[in-house]
C-alpha cells in the first residue's frame, strides 16, 4: 500500500516563508512526476508546481520566483519551499505522485492534504 504524507503546513504572516514535505511509503518500483497542488475555499484544486523524475520543474504563474519545488529521489520526498507568501496563497496543498508499484503498474496518488493560512 502506497502512501503519501505531507508535514510543513501552518499559519505564516505575509512575507514569510514555509517549507512543505510529502513523504511516499510503502511498496514502490519507481517514481515518475510529482506535483504540488492547492485548493482554497471555493475554488477548483490548481497546480502549483511540477517536477519530473529528472528533475525538470515547472510553475503557475502566480507562484513564480516565489516557490521553489524540489525532490529527493533516494528518500522518495517531495519538498515546496514558499517564500514571500500572500494571503491569496491560502489553501490546502495536496502532494500528487505518479508511482509504480510494480514495471507497468502505475497510477496516481495523492497526499491528505495540509493547510497553509497566509495572515496578520
Known amino acids: 500500500q502506497v502512501q503519501l504524507v505531507e508535514s510543513g503546513g501552518g499559519l505564516v504572516q505575509p512575507g514569510g516563508s514555509l517549507r512543505l514535505s510529502c513523504a511516499a511509503s510503502?511498496?514502490?518500483?519507481?517514481?515518475?512526476?510529482m506535483g504540488w497542488y492547492r485548493q482554497a475555499p471555493g475554488k477548483e484544486r490548481e497546480l502549483v508546481a511540477g517536477?519530473?523524475?529528472?528533475?525538470?520543474?515547472n510553475y503557475a504563474d502566480s507562484v513564480k520566483g516565489r516557490f521553489t519545488i524540489s525532490r529527493d529521489n533516494a528518500k522518495n520526498t517531495l519538498y515546496l519551499q514558499m517564500n514571500s507568501l500572500k494571503p491569496e496563497d491560502t489553501a490546502v496543498y495536496y502532494c500528487?505522485?505518479?508511482?509504480?508499484?510494480?514495471?507497468?503498474?502505475?497510477?496516481?496518488?495523492w497526499g491528505q492534504g495540509t493547510q497553509v493560512t497566509v495572515s496578520s
Open positions: 500528487n505522485a505518479r508511482i509504480f508499484v510494480a514495471p507497468g503498474r502505475d497510477r496516481d496518488y
Open positions: 517536477i519530473t523524475s529528472g528533475g525538470s520543474t
Open positions: 510503502g511498496v514502490i518500483f519507481s517514481v515518475n512526476g
